[in-house]
């Protein structure tokens, strides 16, 4: 038995963001996006169609951290009325932080003691929101949960409630081609990376295989030539489809060890997410094989019937993008990736995952000893 569900209504293509205005309704909003001058430009688009915002919060940083958010919704809780809705436009870090600001009601406090300490302080009538994302990776603009970092403490949480799925997502390929060369393979290969989470999880079904298993051949497939030419506008609207789509995938499976691994990777050594989570895929993948047919499938579809030269090549891919397939390209220790791995297993995403313990971290041991032996060679 399984269920699919996701109730974010969808506008996808080139241009589409220009329907921004008949979205808001003239509805009071509140808008959330990064300090740089593309996104004032944007933001003033957006009040040319619908009026000033009632609250412009123009300086959310990558990683919404406790310590921000906290002043963030303090301006959201001084307004005399809130706004109707809050509008995103940004990447996750935008999306998110729109997120913890609608259960937030204006008072960070009930967040944080939501997530630090499992209190029921999240009220009811959590605002709506018009998701803009303006890179192709997090899939924010369609899952119902954000994730919000603790620097001072070194902990990574997950705030997850139905109503913050957005009401409205507005996927426009043309906010993404000013996306520099680094951001679009990270967040690329964050979708990658939910893609190939989902499938290997728990909790996958018939419909979130179906939609990560295009997702991950479009990406292997067209992201070098992206790469190659960050400028064309029909190689940009493959990949935003396909992170869409990988996003609509983990939007019902959640993601598995590769992000349970990934976390205290960028806390610690401050690597962007999508690297954090996909130099271990390969790793990953080989400890799955063989765990279930339809997982073996579905990756077959991707990878070939040969799943394991499937691990080979994804390494291949990985370093011929420029980004890390192992620990050892991190500049990360093999002690402190085995140690990271086995807490990893143990964490709330690790245990989505379907494959083995003892076959990744052989998987690990073997990568750094092939690594040492070339390196010995
Ligand atoms: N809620 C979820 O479902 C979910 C899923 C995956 C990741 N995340 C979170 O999302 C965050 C990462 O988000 P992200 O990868 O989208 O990046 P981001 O939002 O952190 O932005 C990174 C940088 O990209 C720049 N940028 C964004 N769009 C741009 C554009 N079109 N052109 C030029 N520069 C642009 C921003 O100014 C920023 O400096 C992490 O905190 C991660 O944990 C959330
Ligand atoms: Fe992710």
């Not at 499992?118 to 009811?124: K, M, N, P």
Request: proline share 5%; hydrophobic share 45%.
């Amino acid at each position: 038995m399984w269920s699919f569900h996701n109730p974010v209504r969808l506008s996808f293509g080139t241009g589409c963001f220009e329907g921004i205005g008949e979205a808001l309704t003239g509805r009071s909003y509140a808008l959330v996006t990064y300090p740089d001058p593309y996104f004032g430009e944007l933001a003033e688009r957006v009040a040319a169609l619908n009026g000033a915002p009632c609250l412009f919060i123009d300086n959310v940083i990558p990683n919404p951290d406790f310590a921000e958010l906290a002043g963030l919704c303090d301006r959201l809780g001084a307004l005399s009325r809130p706004p109707e809705v809050l509008l995103a436009l940004g990447g996750g870090s935008v999306i998110d932080t729109a997120k913890v600001l609608a259960a937030s009601n204006g008072d960070f406090d009930l967040v944080r003691r939501h997530l630090v300490k499992g209190e029921s302080s999240i009220a009811s009538g959590i605002l709506p929101i018009i998701a803009v994302p303006t890179t192709a990776g997090t899939g924010s603009e369609v899952t119902c949960w954000a994730t919000v970092w603790d620097a001072s403490t070194g902990v990574k949480y997950s705030l997850a409630r139905d109503e913050l799925y957005p009401e409205l997502a507005i996927v426009d390929p043309l906010l993404m081609c000013c996306m520099p060369r680094s951001l679009t393979t990270s967040t690329a290969l964050d979708a990658l990376s939910h893609a190939l989470e989902s499938i290997w999880n728990v909790n996958a079904n018939p419909i979130s295989t179906n939609y990560a298993v295009t997702a991950a051949r479009e990406i292997l497939s067209y992201l070098p030539n992206l790469l190659d030419d960050l400028t064309d506008l029909e190689l940009r609207t493959r990949i935003a489809k396909a992170a869409l789509m990988a996003g609509l995938a983990f939007s019902n499976t959640k993601t598995a060890l590769a992000h349970s691994l990934s976390y205290p990777i960028t806390l610690r050594h401050g690597v962007p997410h999508g690297l954090a989570c996909s130099f271990s895929l390969p790793m990953v993948l080989r400890g799955v094989l063989g765990a279930d047919a339809e997982c073996d499938a579905a990756l077959q579809s991707i990878f070939g019937l040969d799943l394991e030269a499937g691990a080979e090549n994804l390494s291949a891919f990985l370093r011929t993008i420029g980004a890390p397939a192992c620990g050892t390209d991190l500049g990360i220790a093999q002690d402190e990736i085995r140690a990271l791995l086995i807490d990893a297993f143990a964490g709330v995403r690790g245990r989505n995952f379907i494959g083995s313990r003892e076959r990744v971290v052989a998987a690990q041991e073997n990568l750094y000893h092939s690594v040492s032996t070339t390196v010995t060679a």
